[in-house]
Structure formats: C-alpha cells, structure tokens
C-alpha cells in the first residue's frame, strides 16, 4: 500500500484575525491542530504540537504505539510551555493524526477536529468530537439540530496542553484501494454539511489541490467563521483483505459515525384561523415574550464556557438568534477554571444551562473551582 496523492490547505477564514490552525502532511503522516486559548496562545498551541509530530514521526515504533505516544509528546511539549510561560496558561489544541502503516491507517484523535473517509463515493465520519455539544447529543440532552445552533458549539471538552496527560482516542482502519482520507478543522465541518463535502470530494477526487480548495472555499461562502484546515491523502492497495468488506469491519476500538441525513417531513395543510384572531393572537404573544424576555436577560443567569475554554457565569438566555445576536453575555470569567480539566459527568451537571440567580451561579463556580485547585 502506497500514498499516490496528497494535499493540505489552510484559511484564516473571514471573521478570524489569526489563523490558529497548523497541519503536518509529510506521507505517511498527517495531522490537523486547532489551537485555543486567547491572544497568541492557540497559535502557539497548534504549531507545538504539530512541530512535535513532525519531528518525532519517524520513530522506529510500531504505528499504534507510535501515533499514541506522538500525540502524547505533543500533549507534554504544549503542557510545558504553558507552565513555563504566564501569558500562555490554559491554551491547548485539538488533534488529529493519521498514519499509513502496513495494509491500513492508524488514527489517533483529541478535540473536535475531525477525521474522514470516502469510500466507494461515500462520505463516512471516522472520528467522535470531544465537545460539549457531543457529549449532550450522546446523552439524549440536546438533539443535532439543536446542536447547530447551540451558544457553545464550539467548547472542546478535550484538548492538548491542558494537563499532563490526556486521553487518546486511537483506532486502525484496514485501507482499500482509492480510499481517500480527509483530516479537518471544525472551521471546515461547522459550516458546510457533510452531504456538501462529499458531492465536492467525489466531483474533485482526481485532483486534490483543487478538492482542498473547494472545500475552503465552500466553507467561506458559507460564513467562514473560524480557520480552516483541509488535509486530504489517498491510497494505493494491491492486495486487499477478503474478510474487510465495509467501513464498519475494519474499525478496531470505535464504530464508524455516519454522516448525518434528514429526513423532512411534507408539510401538512390546515385551515387558517380568520385574521383578526391571528393578528390579535400575535401580538399577545409577542407582548407577552418581550415582557418574559426583558425579565429573564435582568435576573437569569447560567453557567457556560468562553470561546478560550473558560468556564464562565452569563446573564441572558442562552440561545443565538440569526445574525449573530446573542440572547447573552458574559459577566463573570473564571481565570483559572477550564472546561477540559473537568470530567464529563461534571460537565453534564454544571453545562445544563440551568436558568437561575447570579448568587447560585457565583456558589456552583466557587464549588468547582475548589475541586480543581483545592
């Protein structure tokens, strides 16, 4: 098995001022970093560890131990400049890694960066994110459609650099031939869907310059809110397995995640309510909502995540409106409390998004902040 073709392309995006991604495309590896964590630090983040990659990708290891302890001296070398440096404390980054070894790829996965496979023209997500959104998703909480509009979309619950150690999601894939392999950013995945990106792939699948393009370009087009990263490869196999017919068999530790399809229901016909009754109805409502609204920005408070990864107290509702008008803003940020130093059954239980008073709100942060720095 063989790399036959590869390409990587980055994009600051059009609301970013810095573009906080930084990849390694050096076949047989390949990464995605997306760094986090306010002024430079995410830049920072994200070029550590993918220089860690690089130059420790050519170990004589096998490739599981090899693309696991990639990542985690990636994960000690960020570590370690943030503790080193005050300016730089809490950044960390997402992770992505792939490597050609033997008759497959290897993965190793941290963050919400993602990892994907077109096979026989279909598009199938390899990788689970390791963000807020995802994790309230897994546990019935909140459903995809909320999700794409949820006010902490973009919180990861995982990252290098924020702690010594960290977990690594690490699986193997048996290739086929022409298997193609996209690693990207979530500035990529949050604003074009995965049907989008596999009609651009399957159509520009002869020529990946002009596929990572397409897939930058589309993600612009649809608001390029956050950098964007495309790393794309594709195989080579002479001789493949008979046993491996489809993606779901050759996945070693996680299933597969399908792409997400919807199905629309035909809308249903009713008969309209004369209109004086619906105009009148209308405006009760909306006075009724401006009242409820103006209440509830003044006294209810819910506890979330800033875009750094800070845990935070918010006044408001915690929904976004078309436009980018938030129902929401922050008044208290805690400087020492991420997201990602808390366990996933913390995080449920402190991210619910629980209207109540700011005194609540101020006693519940106090309590963790306690647990991690007692």
Same mark, same amino acid.
């Given at each position: 098995m063989s790399v036959i073709g590869s390409s990587a392309r980055t994009d600051t995006g059009r609301r970013r001022r810095r573009n906080e991604d930084?990849?390694?495309?050096?076949?047989?590896?390949? &990464?995605? @970093?997306? *760094? $986090? !964590?306010?002024a430079?630090?995410?830049?920072?983040?994200?070029?550590?560890?993918?220089?860690?990659?690089?130059e420790q990708g050519q170990g004589g290891l096998a490739a599981p131990e090899q693309?696991?302890?990639?990542?985690?001296?990636?994960?000690?070398?960020?570590?370690?400049?943030?503790?080193?440096? &005050?300016? @730089?404390? *809490? $950044? !960390?980054?997402?992770?992505?890694?792939?490597?050609v070894a033997g008759d497959g790829v290897v993965i190793g996965h941290v963050g919400d960066s993602r990892a994907y496979l077109l096979r026989d023209d279909?598009?199938?997500?390899?990788?689970?994110?390791?963000?807020?959104?995802a994790e309230l998703i897994r546990s019935g909480r909140l459903s995809p459609e909320e999700a794409?509009?949820?006010?902490q979309r973009s919180v990861i619950t995982r990252a290098l650099g924020t702690d010594p150690e960290v977990e690594v999601d690490l699986?193997?894939?048996?290739?086929?031939?022409?298997?193609?392999?996209?690693?990207?950013?979530?500035?990529?995945t949050s604003m074009v869907a995965d049907e989008e990106m596999e009609r651009l792939l399957v159509d520009s699948r002869d020529d990946l310059d002009a596929a990572t393009r397409e897939l930058i370009e589309a993600a612009n087009q649809a608001g390029g809110e956050d950098n964007i990263s495309v790393v794309l490869f594709e195989l080579e196999v002479t001789a493949v397995p008979e046993e491996e017919s489809d993606v779901a068999k050759t996945l070693t530790e996680i299933d597969a995640v399908p792409a997400l399809r919807v199905e629309l229901e035909e809308p249903?016909?009713?008969?309209?309510?004369?209109?004086?009754?619906?105009?009148?109805?209308?405006?009760?409502f909306l006075i009724a909502l401006v009242a409820l609204g103006a209440y509830t920005v003044s006294n209810a408070h819910f506890i979330g995540v800033e875009p750094g990864g800070h845990v935070a107290i918010y006044q408001g509702l915690p929904y976004d409106l078309p436009?980018?008008?938030?129902?929401?803003?922050?008044?208290?940020?805690?400087?020492?409390?991420?997201?990602?130093?808390?366990?996933?059954?913390?995080?449920?239980?402190?991210?619910?998004?629980?209207?109540q008073s700011y005194g609540n709100s101020k006693h519940q942060l106090t309590q963790y902040e306690k647990v991690v720095y007692p």
């Open positions: 930084a990849l390694v495309c050096e076949p047989p590896l390949f &990464a995605v @970093a997306d *760094g $986090m !964590g306010g430079q630090a995410g830049e920072v983040a994200s070029q550590l560890a993918a220089e860690s990659v690089r693309v696991i302890e990639l990542i985690r001296a990636a994960n000690r070398r960020v570590y370690s400049y943030s503790s080193e440096n &005050a300016s @730089a404390r *809490g $950044m !960390g980054t997402t992770m992505t890694v792939a490597m279909k598009l199938t997500q390899l990788t689970q994110d390791h963000s807020l959104v794409e509009t949820h006010p699986f193997s894939l048996a290739a086929k031939d022409r298997d193609l392999f996209l690693l990207c950013s979530d500035g990529l249903r016909r009713s008969r309209r309510p004369p209109r004086a009754i619906l105009l009148g109805l209308t405006a009760a436009g980018g008008i938030h129902l929401y803003r922050p008044v208290q940020v805690s400087s020492r409390l991420l997201a990602a130093q808390l366990t996933e059954k913390e995080r449920r239980r402190l991210f619910g998004h629980d209207l």
